[in-house]
């Protein structure tokens, strides 16, 4: 079951940037804005060595790791080749300007 | 729309490269099939030889599965010879009747082995080599014969004569040369190579011609006669004496051949529906029979074929490395004597070396190593930059590495380590991970390497190992990149260069309009190109290019330093390494207050605070900024630190105020970005003690005045600076350092330090900008102060209670 939770406005995430949401039960969320205002949530954490993938640089619909330059697809968290791994990807909406967070 | 068709006429290395080019730019452009003589996929041919001599197996060196050719929705016909080509009605023809219409047809036929006209060439047992069938062919006459002869010492014959040894045959080279691999190797070269040959067990009939392949009882061959008139058993003869380009479809169609099928620079025949790459074509008079040129040709082709219409191909300069195990040989360019060459040679027979670069107008044009091919790559490089050595020529023989870099205990030479033994010490790769990747992926660039295996992508020091460790693997068809034109990243063509002028001479501000106006791939970038260009950018338009957090590393963006855990690391400036009880007091009660868990001195005379938390950061800062205290930079690609010693200030030695002097420096160029970071030095006599002789900008103070090295770099690659020049005064020695560095901040390519920006430009160029146009000086100089003028300390600006919404935000997290 879906549960929708209001997080911020699309504004406060810069365009190419990011915002991090703290939640207790699931940890850090990185919420990533891209240059056509398409929004992705992922656990904040490169399947890699857990660098935060909120710091990176966005770029299309990937972001660049900050530690070794791993490059994660925004939308399902799948590492680009030949790299190998997967970060949890949550479901995230915009509606009148304002971003929602589904956490199961 | 009905989608075009290409048909590919040969699958091998050049027409799948093309291929798979094509797909990456334009993949749904095409309805794509493809014939093969061979019943097998795309394979890389020039690993037969590791193949014969049993290091690896057939499915090792497959390029391209079915599957690929499944996946990428293209037709693949194998054991399929086209024998017939309709240009008017577009349409190709195979040996079997089956048909194919074409509305671009790319025609990729390869080569063949020249087979010498003489007596007996069609016996059984006489073969070329050439293909997984020659291969096999061998492998099993070796399970079953003696005698094997192989006619050709090229490359391909020592290859074949390496294998068949080492399957237990009795193998005779014959060559018609004075030497072996002539047109690769000098005499010298040559001799000692046969030599090491000739240890291996291999024998040698040079210069000898043959006249007759004699047909033994059985009815395959068992001898082979000479013009002299000697006689020597052979069951098994290989013919390994050149390849000629397979033209015969081409010329029967009517198109234009000459030693090759003809194509212009964009690989184009005369019918300009069909393309050719790879070893059938001739090229500006040149056929070419290695891989490197055909990947060349391959991506330009590709580009036409994707209707793109840019890029074109002008030529390959090759190079030349045996893959015999054991044995190291490379060659590149030109090394016939003349006039106007010189020799530089280093030969040692009792340890096996042989080198000798040829010179010509400053210039590398030619270079046989013999035993020590460590530095075969650089000399090639050199060679295809076109680079001046005049300044290095005293001891270019010695290699690029002689000092040696760090993080692989100063090991340099890629054959003589072990499969066991590390080359990268940043990401722990071994040598036989290397080798088993380039085999298993098909990988043949640098690039290639970095992604799969790690190797060499972070510092960079092994860089020269993984290249060696490529060569041998690949051979010849192993080409350093082209570090002039490399492009800046998959995202553009472009070169650093290319994208500097580009902002320079059309007053270009911002990204978006810089993507735009040089036609960028992709929509954003990537983390490799945004941040040099936001660079290029700021330095060309100090004041009015707008900067763009977004495209700067985080650290940059955080104006702190990322460490693995996600925490940072916050370093106050402390001008010229000075620091106060004051400062020193508020350090520690930040370090108290926000639990910093560990406090350290850095190498440019700093205090670092390690472990401090993102959404900590303002008010670390705010704290700081109370007593004074601004930014380091430690953390960008900037100004870091200026190093002193105490000089004339207190030493009993000093002969200036070196303190003072550092400062000065320090204040000037605070908050200055530049190309990677920038770190300096100011001694205050030549004892040094502020090691100016490994720094960007290294001042030494004697008794009349200051002398200025330059391009010196104490990190992966420990680099000597170089004396700029000798000044009077203290504000000389500002402008002159001033000018350095402004003229490196406005040509060097981002992440080039200062001693890759004067490796590349030659301190020649950079003394006659400095040194000796003090009107080009002085402008330097103020172009540098304009672009400082007016730097707001960055932490102020983001510090808990002062700053805007908008700078504090990306420090502030977001609850559910």
């Known amino acids: ?104 | 729309m009905r989608k075009m068709k290409l048909v590919v006429v040969g699958n091998g290395m050049a027409g799948v490269r093309t291929l798979e080019e094509l797909l990456k730019i334009a993949p749904d452009m095409y309805d794509v099939t493809v014939f093969g003589a061979e019943p097998h996929p795309n394979y890389n041919r020039i690993l037969l030889s590791p193949v014969l001599a049993g290091e690896m197996t057939i499915q090792d060196i497959i390029l391209n599965d079915l599957d690929w050719y499944k996946d990428n929705g293209i037709n693949l016909l194998t054991g399929k010879k086209i024998v017939a080509l309709d240009r008017r009605q577009r349409k190709v023809i195979a040996d079997d009747g089956t048909e194919a219409e074409y509305d671009r047809l790319l025609l990729a036929t390869g080569s063949n082995p020249f087979i010498l006209p003489i007596p007996g060439k069609d016996l059984p047992g006489v073969i070329s080599y050439r293909d997984i069938a020659d291969t096999d062919a061998m492998i099993a006459t070796a399970a079953t014969h003696k005698h094997a002869v192989v006619i050709g010492a090229g490359l391909l014959g020592l290859e074949a004569a390496n294998g068949l040894a080492l399957r237990g045959m009795d193998v005779t080279v014959v060559h018609l040369g004075e030497w072996i691999m002539e047109r690769q190797l000098d005499k010298t070269s040559g001799r000692m190579l046969q030599q090491a040959l000739e240890a291996k067990g291999m024998k040698f009939l040079l210069p000898k011609q043959t006249a007759e392949l004699v047909q033994g009882e059985s009815g395959r061959v068992a001898a082979v006669r000479f013009k002299d008139g000697d006689i020597i058993p052979a069951d098994l003869v290989v013919m390994a004496a050149g390849i000629r380009p397979n033209t015969e479809l081409a010329e029967k169609a009517g198109i234009h051949c000459n030693r090759g099928i003809s194509v212009n620079d964009t690989l184009q025949t005369y019918d300009p529906r069909i393309y050719a790459v790879g070893e059938c074509v001739n090229h500006r008079g040149t056929a070419y029979g290695l891989v490197a040129p055909l990947f060349e040709q391959a991506k330009v082709c590709a580009n036409h074929l994707a209707m793109f219409g840019i890029g074109r191909y002008q030529g390959s300069v090759t190079s030349t490395k045996l893959k015999v195990t054991g044995i190291d040989v490379f060659s590149a360019g030109d090394f016939s004597v003349s006039d106007d060459t010189e020799d530089i040679l280093l030969h040692d027979p009792g340890i096996g070396v042989y080198k000798r670069v040829v010179i010509k107008d400053d210039k590398v044009v030619g270079a046989v190593l013999y035993g020590d091919t460590v530095d075969g790559s650089w000399y090639f490089q050199l060679l295809k930059d076109q680079q001046n050595i005049r300044e290095i020529r005293d001891h270019l023989l010695f290699g690029k590495s002689h000092l040696g870099d760090a993080g692989h205990k100063g090991q340099n030479s890629a054959v003589a380590m072990a499969d066991t033994a590390e080359v990268c010490g940043c990401n722990g790769v071994c040598k036989g991970t290397i080798v088993k990747a380039i085999q298993e992926q098909g990988l043949f660039t640098l690039d290639d390497v970095r992604k799969h295996t790690k190797a060499s992508s972070s510092c960079g020091s092994c860089t020269g190992l993984v290249e060696q460790i490529l060569a041998s693997t690949i051979g010849g068809a192993y080409s350093p990149a082209d570090t002039q034109s490399k492009a800046v990243c998959g995202c553009t063509d472009l070169s650093h260069g290319e994208v500097r002028k580009g902002i320079r001479e059309n007053k270009i501000l911002t990204i978006p309009e810089l993507m735009h106006f040089l036609e960028w791939k992709t929509p954003n970038g990537c983390a490799t190109c945004r941040p040099a260009l936001n660079y290029y950018l700021i330095s060309t338009w100090p004041h009015e290019a707008q900067d763009d957090p977004q495209s700067r590393f985080i650290n940059e963006r955080a104006h702190a330093n990322i460490q693995k855990d996600g925490t940072y690391s916050v370093v106050p400036r402390m001008w010229g390494g000075l620091t106060t009880p004051n400062e020193l007091r508020a350090i520690a009660d930040a370090a108290e207050k926000y639990k910093v868990p560990t406090v350290k001195v850095t190498g440019g005379q700093r205090i670092d605070l390690l472990g401090v938390k993102k959404d900590d950061l303002p008010k670390i800062w705010e704290d700081l900024a109370k007593a004074g205290m601004v930014s380091g930079h430690a953390y960008g690609k900037s100004l870091r630190t200026v190093k002193t010693c105490v000089g004339m200030e207190h030493c009993r030695f000093g002969t200036q105020l070196a303190m003072d002097m550092g400062v000065k420096l320090e204040k000037m160029l605070f908050g200055m970005w530049s190309p990677h970071k920038v770190k300096l030095a100011v001694s205050g006599c030549p004892r040094n003690c502020a090691e100016s002789g490994i720094k960007d900008v290294g001042v030494i103070g004697v008794d009349s005045g200051y002398e200025i090295y330059v391009a010196g770099n104490g990190g992966i690659k420990t680099e000597v600076a170089e004396f700029l020049c000798k000044v009077g005064s203290d504000e000389e020695v500002m402008e002159y350092a001033g000018a350095f560095i402004q003229l490196y901040r406005e040509e060097a390519y981002y992440l080039d330090r200062t001693v890759h920006y004067v490796a590349r430009v030659g301190l020649d160029y950079v003394k006659s900008k400095i040194v000796e146009d003090a009107a080009g000086r002085k402008a330097l100089y103020e172009r540098l102060l304009y672009a400082l003028q007016g730097y707001k300390d960055p932490w102020l600006e983001r510090s808990a209670s002062t700053s805007a919404t908008e700078l504090k935000r990306p420090f502030e997290t977001l609850t559910v």
Do not use: Y
């Open chain 1, 1 to 104: 079951m879906s549960n929708w939770k209001s997080i911020c406005a699309l504004t406060d995430i810069p365009a190419l940037g990011s915002r991090v949401v703290a939640s207790v039960q699931h940890g850090d969320i990185a919420i990533f804005r891209n240059s056509n205002d398409e929004v992705f949530a992922l656990h904040d954490k490169c399947p890699h060595k857990g660098g935060p993938l909120s710091q990176g640089i966005v770029h299309g619909r990937q972001v660049t790791c900050p530690l070794h330059s791993w490059k994660i697809g925004l939308d399902s968290g799948e590492a680009a080749a030949p790299d190998v791994g997967c970060t949890k990807p949550f479901q995230v909406k915009v509606e009148d300007g304002t971003v929602f967070l589904s956490l199961p």
